[in-house]
């Protein structure tokens, strides 16, 4: 008969494995999220970036609250994705300032010239 409740207790090669695939998980999360991140920014969603990027804090907070020492190769991986989506988040947050920047530095010229213009007649 198939035996359905384990007897034994969870060795400690089975602890690290589970935490292991915990830390995985936590990171693919926290790639689709960058990646939601990037996609909203790259659309000029400021609002929706900024709101998943609170919630990505935390995710990151709870991601890296543990100290292992899991090296491999696809953690290394995702590390450097997130590490690259960040890069690009970034650029565009300051492509998007600077924009406004110009736009309201535009504007202020524009207003000058419409109070002098209105001080000559």
């Not at 936590?26 to 960058?34: G, I």
């Not at 994705?81 to 309201?104: C, G, P, S, W, Y």
């Not at 530095?105 to 000058?112: L, N, P, T």
Request: aromatic residues 4%; hydrophobic residues 35%; contains cysteine.
């Amino acid at each position: 008969m198939l035996q359905l409740v384990s007897t034994g207790s969870l060795d400690n090669q089975d602890c690290e494995q589970m935490q292991v695939s915990r830390k995985r998980f936590r990171l693919a999360k926290l790639l689709r999220s960058t990646e939601e991140i990037l996609n909203r920014a790259q659309q000029g969603d400021w609002e929706t970036v900024e709101k998943l990027e609170h919630l990505r804090q935390m995710e990151l907070a709870i991601c890296f609250a543990e100290t292992d020492h899991d090296d491999s190769p696809e953690i290394i991986e995702a590390l450097a994705a997130l590490v690259h989506m960040n890069k690009e988040i970034t650029r565009l947050v300051e492509e998007a300032r600077n924009r406004l920047v110009d736009q309201q530095q535009a504007k202020e010229v524009r207003q000058q010239a419409a109070r002098s213009y209105e001080w000559e007649d």
